[in-house]
């Protein structure tokens, strides 16, 4: 059977072009933790533009047809299919009754890697299943929502168009972003045609910088004493529409799509970025509704860039009560994990150790839905020489990289060029793909930990079970049943922001019989015996939560006698039967 | 000449003021379409969208010519489902000042200014007014779990007496926190144990606890309403807000509308939120006066947003002058000397309203109290009774041509504060061969700021634009091709000048879409 699929794949690779052939299944030894011989080959030391992810998703689908389906979630702007791969094992229990796990990538358009990452997971987790136990194991309890990009045109925009490694941020929505009237007006220029938007340095006996002698590529600024010889001009452009002001309306930022969310959200003249109001952008939109239609989903990961970071919210400080000690406590655990999957990663509060930022999508998660999320920041300047650095181009370590890692791939030298208002100045810096995005031989290996660590995540959501089912004879024809329901893992079915705000409906815990219930009630303590009551429909108790690592009691009374099974249905937590 | 418009608008309003009752939906769309029809120049109306409930959502918009480049007030009704007056406002304005539209101060004012209608903002909601069980609906037709259980619309207003009005009902309890009103015994206030004073009744809507869980009515047909779901201090899961701000089609039709509408420099909402019979913002202070002279309205209640709401929404996020006025409320009533009426020892609403009412000779507005059988309440005594609902909101409906004409003459007048870009003093100076120094003032002759507090750094308004133009023959050798200026406050200048070598014509352009757009041109 499996030489058949290899044969296919061999076949596939021999009748395209471009593909080598590839190596016979005997030639190959397996590097552990890899899948050796996968169905999908897709090469994780590139990028891929919204073409290319749409290839991967429908191939990773038709090769698993029990383990992955694929489905548009919704348009773009301009009418791409925002993808999503199901990943779980369709063969075992019903996908809406496992506790799921949300992943997406690229929400900002130029931090593409999150899209590979992404896309990593799901390729890792159908081509690993058929040989690694665990991974059957978590996908016969758990389903994965994975959305590789959810702003495919930016992204397309971002590879195919003029950018930096910071541009274009946003969507593609138009904007004036400068309020004249005028929309995308004075965009960046590509003057040197390269399809990279660099920096631009004059001559000048008056500038404040010169030519670092360590690598002649980096400008420095010279220090109070000292002279200097060049001045810095900024971002490749020109004043396009002759206001004085170069590149302030354009593509590169029209709004910020991290600043569309429901929960905290503010307009645009208090958080920059901010569009008309909550999901006022149509990718966000789409995610929102899958999300409401997947109330299962019981954590999430949004994969942005850079910095090496396990982000979690507030976004801001109005929202630090929000996140109570209860969820805080859970969102450490899971994230110190983090910090010792991914090395140079950090495990951060967005609004203390970063910035504020108001309607982002991770708040939303949480305090909107009730979702444990982290948005992890890839790629850090830490993986260049494996110690601490930073990504500021006044510190070496980049250019260092660049030489003699890169053989000098990342930068585009610089060259002189007549610019129509700064005359006579010289273009180069570092490409778009350089700074922020992986370099190709990196890129794998932190995909690999990052899908690491939303495993883990993914793992803690909870696992019910009924681990003890008693009977007691009360005589009179009265039977006594007390069950004790199990969360063995870190996430209580409802996080406490959940319960405060009744986001998703109680646990229901019911007692299958045969005979009629009298009274259900919850135990607060069997020992002491207190209980709590429910009065109405006694059969289905109504559990507020199922702590993390701890259990529930529920007691019912039942005129009659067995047999007594339980069924456990929780929106995060699962279905379950039990009847131990 | 005024006088004679508004006795024209008056004399219309009596001609039109045929029905009975405020308008269904499909009378409030026949008023529209009849006047758009009658106009065809001056008025277009449209669907903005349908609710979930399958209602349309009408837009007028009256003006002459290229309305989208005039300034513009938007005039929003139906801001709560339960205010019908709000809808008759904004449709009586249509057809009041369409009919006086051959009058030269109408065609003057929609030369300069743009009226951009949303009569019914609540149109799943204000149909409750017509339907066999009226009651004081605000949330639209989208289904909500109001109690967050899990479960949908278990426990609704039950109509106990069966008279198709839910009421309250009051309950004899040692607990209770009610008591009679000393001067009428058909109202309630509460006790205050401060006083020494004990209630009796425990006072709740008409139902019963259908599902058992201690709470009355908690969890009826909901929806969501209107004025909660907006987005400034959105209440995210309080009943009618819903799960996120502007959940609903209707809010983010019409916030999409809006922030479009770059020339709508104020938002005049009808809904319960009152800023215009008292007003602490001296920069519209102006406005308030205004109304309060033209409505002839006084003692009105004091009033706070609740968050969600929509008046907030168009000052603090869509960042435009934003004013409310419920239009009407119940006037204090004066005991009647005749009837040995005496002043209330207590003030209460429900007591104001029932003297006033009678003293209208308005009947038939209150249920007396009697004595039902409540399953919640075996063995306690349970009364089902009260003022209709509506009533305290919603005046009765031969007052409302009256109110019409009143709230159309203020819409007509605050026009005439609309901030007005203008272009004046302009100079040439010959400096040297074919050297010019040209200066120029620009001015707000408006009353009111081009802009409001809030509009800078904001992608949805646009900013003033000081513009000059040259010929490739010319060029400008001192000064600023373009300026952009955040705003201008009433009745102040800004002055300009550039230098520009060679002879010709030049254009200088200043103006923005709220405060319109002015241009000359010079030769030198």
């Given amino acids: 059977m499996k030489k058949i699929f290899i044969y296919t794949i061999a076949f596939f690779a021999s009748a395209s072009a471009i593909q080598v052939h590839a190596q016979s299944p005997e030639q190959i030894f397996k590097a552990s933790g890899t899948p050796a011989n996968p169905k999908v080959i897709v090469t994780w030391n590139r990028y891929y533009d919204h073409g290319g992810i749409t290839e991967i998703c429908k191939k990773i689908a038709a090769a698993y047809p029990d383990l992955a389906k694929l489905q548009s979630i919704g348009k773009s702007y301009d009418g791409r299919d925002l993808w999503c791969l199901t990943i779980t094992d369709f063969k075992k229990g019903v996908e809406s009754n496992k506790p799921g796990m949300y992943i997406d990538g690229n929400i900002h358009s130029n931090e593409i890697q999150g899209a590979e990452f992404a896309m990593y997971t799901a390729w890792y987790l159908t081509e690993a299943f058929g040989d690694t136990k665990f991974i059957q194991e978590l996908l016969a309890d758990k389903v994965f929502y994975i959305i590789p990009s959810i702003n495919p045109d930016a992204r397309d925009s971002y590879m195919h168009k003029p950018n930096n490694s910071s541009s274009p941020r946003s969507g593609v929505k138009p904007i004036d972003n400068d309020g004249d009237g005028l929309v995308n007006e004075d965009n960046y220029d590509d003057l040197d045609g390269d399809s990279h938007i660099t920096l631009m340095r004059r001559k000048n006996p008056n500038g404040r910088y010169k030519v670092d002698p360590r690598d002649p590529r980096n400008m420095i600024q010279v220090g109070p004493d000292e002279k200097g010889d060049y001045e810095l001009l900024g971002i490749e452009g020109i004043d396009n529409d002759g206001d004085g002001k170069v590149n302030e309306d354009g593509y590169a930022f029209e709004y910020d799509p991290n600043r569309d969310w429901g929960w905290g959200w503010q307009p645009n003249y208090i958080q920059n970025g901010a569009y008309k109001y909550p999901f006022s952008i149509p990718e966000n939109r789409a995610v929102m509704e899958f999300v409401m239609k997947h109330p299962n989903i019981a954590a999430a990961q949004s994969f942005h860039n850079a910095g090496g970071m396990i982000l979690r919210g507030p976004g801001g400080a109005e929202d630090v009560g929000t996140y109570n000690a209860q969820d805080v406590a859970v969102y450490d655990a899971i994230a110190k994990k983090g910090e010792e999957l991914m090395p140079g990663y950090k495990y951060l509060v967005v609004y203390k150790d970063l910035y504020s930022a108001y309607g982002g999508e991770l708040d939303w998660f949480y305090a909107g839905r009730g979702i444990y999320t982290y948005s992890n920041e890839l790629w850090t300047p830490y993986l260049m020489f494996m110690k601490e650095s930073t990504r500021d181009p006044f510190d070496n370590t980049s250019y260092s990289f660049d030489r003699y890692l890169l053989f000098q791939d990342a930068f585009v030298p610089w060259k002189e060029y007549d610019h129509p208002q700064y005359g006579k100045i010289e273009i180069g810096g570092f490409k778009k793909n350089f700074g922020r995005a992986h370099p190709g031989f990196l890129l794998e290996s932190d995909a690999h930990r990052n899908m690491a660590f939303s495993i883990y995540h993914c793992y803690h959501t909870p696992k019910l079970s009924v681990t003890s089912l008693v009977e007691k004879d009360l005589g009179d024809g009265l039977t006594e049943v007390t069950a004790v329901i199990a969360n063995s893992r870190i996430m209580p079915t409802h996080s406490s922001q959940d319960v405060k705000n009744k986001i998703e409906r109680p646990d229901y815990i019911t007692l299958n019989t045969k005979a009629k219930v009298v009274a259900g009630m919850l135990v607060e303590n069997a020992d002491l015996n207190l209980t709590t009551e429910q009065k109405n429909n006694p059969g289905v108790l109504e559990v507020n939560n199922i702590p993390g690592l701890g259990t529930v009691t529920l007691k019912w009374i039942v005129s009659g006698k067995g047999p007594f099974t339980i069924t456990i249905d929780s929106k995060k937590g699962g279905v379950v039967e039990g009847d131990k | ?524």
């Avoid at chain 2, 009378?27 to 109306?45: D, F």
């Avoid at chain 2, 929003?76 to 809808?87: D, F, I, P, Q």
């Avoid at chain 2, 909101?393 to 504060?417: C, G, M, R, W």
């Avoid at chain 2, 400008?476 to 300026?483: D, T, W």
């Fill in chain 2, 1 to 524: 000449m005024r006088k004679q418009i508004f006795f024209a608008i008056g004399l219309l309003c009596f001609l039109s003021s045929f029905a009975q009752n405020y308008s269904t939906l499909a009378e409030q769309q026949a008023r529209i379409q009849n006047i758009v029809k009658a106009y065809p120049q001056l008025a277009t109306v449209s669907s903005m969208i349908k609710t979930n409930g399958g209602k349309d959502i009408w837009m007028i918009t009256i003006g002459t010519g290229k309305t989208e480049t005039k300034p513009a007030i938007a005039v929003v009704g139906g801001v709560e489902g339960n205010h019908l007056l709000g809808a008759e406002l904004v449709i009586g304005f249509a057809e009041n000042v369409l009919k006086a539209s051959g009058t030269d101060s109408i065609k003057n004012l929609l030369q300069k200014t743009t009226y951009y209608l949303f009569p019914n903002m609540s149109p799943d909601a204000s149909e409750q007014y017509f339907a066999k069980l009226k009651y004081e609906r605000t949330g639209n037709a989208t289904s909500t779990d109001d109690d967050r259980d899990g479960r949908l619309n278990e426990d609704p207003f039950d109509d106990l007496d069966g008279n198709g009005k839910i009421t309250l009902m009051r309950i004899e309890s040692p607990i209770g926190d009610y008591k009679l009103h000393p001067d009428d015994a058909r109202a309630l206030i509460k006790a205050d144990p401060s006083k020494g004073e004990k209630g009796k009744y425990l006072l709740l809507s008409e139902g019963i606890d259908n599902d058992k869980d201690g709470l009355f009515n908690e969890d009826g047909e909901g929806g969501i309403a209107f004025n909660k779901n907006g987005t400034y201090k959105h209440k995210t899961f309080s009943p009618g807000a819903g799960d996120y701000p502007a959940s609903e089609k209707e809010t983010r039709a019409l916030y999409d509308f809006l922030y479009d509408a770059f020339n709508v420099y104020a938002v005049i909402s009808f809904g319960s939120n009152n800023n215009l019979s008292a007003n602490d913002d001296k920069a519209t202070s102006i406005v308030s006066d205004l109304y309060n002279k033209v409505s002839g309205l006084k003692d009105a209640p004091r009033t706070s947003v609740t968050g969600g709401d929509f008046l907030s929404w168009a000052y603090q996020h869509y960042v435009r002058y934003s004013f409310s006025t419920p239009g009407w409320w119940v006037p204090k009533s004066k005991p009647d000397t005749a009837k040995k009426e005496k002043a209330f020892t207590v003030e209460d609403p429900i007591a104001n309203y029932l003297r006033w009412s009678a003293q209208q000779g308005i009947t038939d507005v209150f249920t007396e109290w009697k004595t039902i059988v409540h399953p919640n309440f075996s063995d306690q005594k349970v009364e089902v009774g009260g003022v209709d609902p509506f009533v305290l909101i919603n005046p009765p409906y031969k007052q409302v041509a009256d109110l019409s004409k009143k709230h159309t003459e203020f819409l007509i007048k605050v026009a005439a504060f609309q901030p007005e870009i203008d272009l004046m003093n302009v100079k040439t100076e010959s400096l040297a061969n074919g050297l010019t120094r040209v200066s120029v003032d620009v001015v707000n002759k408006g009353a009111l700021a081009t802009h409001s507090k809030f509009a800078d750094r904001n992608y949805f308004v646009k900013k003033i634009k000081v513009a000059v133009t040259v010929s490739d023959k010319q060029s400008l050798v001192g000064g600023k091709k373009i300026l952009l200026l955040n705003n201008m406050e009433p009745s102040t200048k800004q002055s300009f000048s550039w230098i520009i070598k060679g002879k010709g014509k030049i254009t200088i352009d200043a103006g923005c879409p709220t405060a319109g757009t002015k241009n000359i041109d010079i030769s030198l």
